[in-house]
């Protein structure tokens, strides 16, 4: 299908120097708010034209995700875990791999307190698996932190041609530790 950018923040109508880390790509959400909390060093702004224009194309379906995510109400879903540069000699598969194009970025959810809202997560999920378009949405569990329950929201995007050309395959799954629970399906887990 052939998708239909927004003219005001389609990425292809940005000029090479002015296509920065400040572009926007939906309205308040610019290309630096997938930077934050990377866990690396991605310097967006040296990367060539060619390779900033795929990511800004990849982050405007981030943008719109996250935009629909907004609409749900009451919580704030904010990224933890965007674009990814891996280390020398690495060499990143899965969603590290993803996250390198904008692909894939790892969100959480937070209440209107500043408090992480994992009991609530499965819900906004559930609204997002009917209300957005995504190449897979993964649900994701884990008690790497502790004892206490946590919940990632991971959104895979297709990846988006000069054409926007794009198919989304609604792929659904649901992860614990790592570990796919369910496929196709989203499961809600509690601890």
Known sequence: MIYLPDPQYNPNFVKDKE????????KGITI????KNTGSNF???NKTYSDRLKIARNLYLQGEFMRVADKYGQFKMVV?????QPADRERPSGINDYRQTGKAI???LYDEYGNLATESTFDVVNYLR????YDKLILAYDTFTGTKLH??????????????SVN???NLETQFNNKVQSTNELVEIRV
Do not use: H, N
Not at 80 to 84: C, D, I, R, V
Not at 151 to 164: C, K, N
């Open 130 to 133: 009917t209300s957005s378009r």
């Open 106 to 108: 790892v969100y959480e």
């Open 151 to 164: 919940a990632s929201i991971v959104a895979v995007m297709p990846t988006v041609s000069s054409s926007w």
């Open 80 to 84: 933890s875990e965007g674009l990814y």
């Open 43 to 45: 310097d967006f702004d």
């Open 19 to 26: 296509l920065t880390t400040k572009t926007s790509l939906q």
């Open 32 to 35: 630096g708010k997938f930077l």
């Open 168 to 170: 989304f395959s609604y």
